[in-house]
């Protein structure tokens, strides 16, 4: 498994029309090959920055299938006129994890 | 729920010794007040950095409650010497999710 996180800033105001969006492309997610599932997370410190998290079976169902697949261009078309600006993305592999004592 | 995200970028060739050091560390997170889980996630494109991601019940369980215990100056003892540098540290908050199909 690995996991795509997508650095997204959007644009001053349209932080509810853009959870709108990704609310409504969650089924293109959910029906994407080798998907296991996504995650949006808005900042604390900073609420125009989200954080897109994808888990994928493989680095190649998210580069290859999924931006090749017309559920990406139907993506960009809900979520990226929201964007303020490019999203920032980058894929990372688990090393070492915990449990905690309030989960 | 919050979830903190630490971008840590350790020093090159410390990679092995850093994960040694949050795996060491993590009897430090399970024990802490509020802590749901802890995972490091080493980047795919680039290696050094890592994504340090941990589960608090609330922002002050990390920011006041874990940052002002021993438990966090043992943290930094550990895992500090392979930082290149100061890790940048964010909190985020769930807006949507769903599951995929091959989780």
Partial sequence: MILEIAEIDVKTGSETA???????????FAAAKGCQGM????????????????????????TVTFRGSPEFSRWRELAGPHFAKPPQVRHVQLAV???GNSG
Avoid: C
């Fill in 18 to 28: 853009f959870e709108a969006a990704v609310t409504e492309a969650t089924s293109l």
């Fill in 39 to 62: 995650e949006l997370h808005r900042g604390i410190e900073a609420p125009s920055q989200y954080v897109l998290m994808v888990k994928w079976n493989t680095l190649e169902d998210h």
């Fill in 97 to 99: 994890r915990t449990n």
